[in-house]
């Protein structure tokens, strides 16, 4: 039989040995909360539209030539990334009015498209200008 003595030592060190497990699973709950606030995640905050991260731009190109193509005025709009198609605006009876309208990837895009303006497309003199989206995306 055990002594009055030994089982008092087991007793305490089944205790402690409970306590080191509480221990530890607190430690655990210790270590997930303090690991939240410190964890890097993205910062949904500073970008409230996803979309907006990537800031498209619009022009107008005004006094083309009727003959001018999609392509010659994305030609004429050098090194400009241009999203979508351009668009060439036509008048009442479906022919070309000499403007078209053009959304660009970015800011940068925007500037190169402007450092075009006043130059020559077939002879004519092609004015730029900035537009807004709604414009760009009226119903024509």
Known sequence: EKTKEETKTEKSEDDSSRD????????????ESEAK???????????????????NCY???????????????????????????VVIIQNERGKPSGDAVVKLMGKSDLEKALKCHKKYLHERFIEIEEIKSDTYNKPM
Request: net charge negative; aromatic share 4%; charged share 30%.
């Open 20 to 31: 080191d497990s509480d221990q530890s699973e607190n430690e655990d709950d210790n270590t």
């Open 37 to 55: 606030p410190g964890t890097k995640e993205p910062n949904l905050e500073a970008v409230d539209n996803p979309s907006e991260m990537i800031e």
């Open 59 to 85: 022009i107008r190109l005004s006094g083309l030539p009727w003959k001018s193509t999609e392509n010659e005025i994305a030609q004429f709009l050098v090194d400009c990334n241009i999203v979508g198609n």
